[in-house]
């Protein structure tokens, strides 16, 4: 129980930093499919007051205006238009700022009230750098976008969205140290899992990361087509189960890493994968004597993947509404959040 935990105001902050990262993920992934990650043009490390006048907005647009997207994509913007996206993208970052706000007011506070452990500082440490990482290579991100190619990279942004994940992973598993003391383990066969959990775990990272370059641009496509929108059909990729345009490009790195096809093959190929594990581990988990919580885990886990994988044809066919697209991505969050949960419960060392 939280309430009885020594240590429950640390916990109580770091599952609202989770909150929050979740949060921001889901309205990255909006500010994304309204293509709105590219409205401002310029970065302020403590934020700025959004514009509060005609005046003002129109300063906004001016600067956007100058921006390679206007230039070449949204010449034929109107200022209502462009309040749309700057509103999604100004949210973004404001998220992220409060992440900021929460973290170092929050420390300051659980400090004062001496509730902060010695042996808690190298995580906390760790954990600020991370999320000062996750603002920094956001900006990188966006600044590619504002140069000559009006587009982000696909690989900056599966670098974002991971270094949010990780972000995650590690404040998560911090919190569930603390909620989970090593004298409270019982007895289990649970780790007999922990070699499958860890596979499933590094191929579902591939996954997210693949999933991460469906949903932006491959660069050097003069076309600027995402992976996401080609071959909308399923179980095949239109009339073949592996069409002729997966293996156009010269070598095989390229065709996986910077073909839209290929891409989108292997983000196809890994989901299957990724079904085949969670099998497994559910055999696996019902000849074995679990913990409440590892069996918890194991059952998130098979919910998550089939509604994850449902979502992700769904998505697919319909190409990539912003619905089903957040709720798509919103699955992978979760499905990451539940493996984290069972890795953390399989490896723990039982007394």
Not at 1 to 12: D, E, F, G, L, T
Not at 24 to 33: H, Q
Not at 87 to 109: A, K, Q
Request: charged share 15%.
């Amino acid at each position: 129980m939280i309430s009885q935990n020594p240590h429950k105001a640390v916990i109580y902050w770091l599952i609202t930093g989770c909150a929050l990262i979740y949060i921001m993920v889901v309205v990255g992934c909006i500010t994304r499919l309204t293509h709105s990650g590219l409205s401002i043009t310029d970065w302020s490390f403590m934020g700025s007051l959004p514009p509060l006048s005609e005046e003002a907005w129109l300063e906004r647009f001016a600067k956007y205006q100058q921006s390679p997207e206007f230039i070449k994509v949204n010449y034929s913007m109107q200022l209502p238009e462009f309040k749309h996206i700057f509103f999604w993208e100004y949210i973004h970052r404001m998220i992220g700022r409060i992440m900021m706000y929460v973290f170092s007011i929050g420390l300051i506070v659980l400090i004062i009230r001496k509730k902060i452990d010695k042996k808690m500082l190298p995580s906390l440490i760790l954990l600020f750098f991370m999320g000062a990482m996750q603002a920094v290579i956001g900006w990188w991100m966006v600044y590619s976008g504002l140069q000559q190619k009006p587009a982000v990279s696909h690989y900056r942004l599966a670098i974002h969205l991971m270094s949010a994940f990780t972000l995650f992973a590690f404040t998560f598993w911090f919190a569930l140290q603390l909620l989970n003391p090593k004298e409270e383990v019982q007895q289990n066969e649970g780790h007999k899992l922990k070699w499958w959990t860890l596979l499933f775990f590094v191929v579902l990272i591939k996954q997210i990361i693949y999933g991460a370059f469906t949903a932006g641009y491959v660069e050097g496509d003069a076309a600027k087509i995402r992976p996401g929108k080609i071959f909308n059909t399923w179980p095949k990729m239109g009339d073949e189960w592996m069409p002729e345009q997966v293996t156009m490009k010269g070598d095989f790195l390229s065709n996986f890493l910077e073909n839209a096809s290929g891409i989108q093959f292997v983000h196809r190929m890994l989901a299957l994968v990724v079904v085949i594990l969670v099998c497994v581990i559910w055999y696996k988990s019902n000849h074995l004597k679990l913990t409440v919580s590892q069996y918890r885990a194991v059952t998130f886990l098979i919910y998550g993947v089939t509604i994850q994988f449902i979502l992700g044809v769904l998505t697919l066919v319909y190409q990539v509404p912003v619905v089903l697209g957040v709720l798509h991505q919103t699955g992978a969050f979760f499905l990451f959040a539940s493996t984290v949960y069972l890795l953390f419960h399989t490896f723990r060392k039982t007394t």
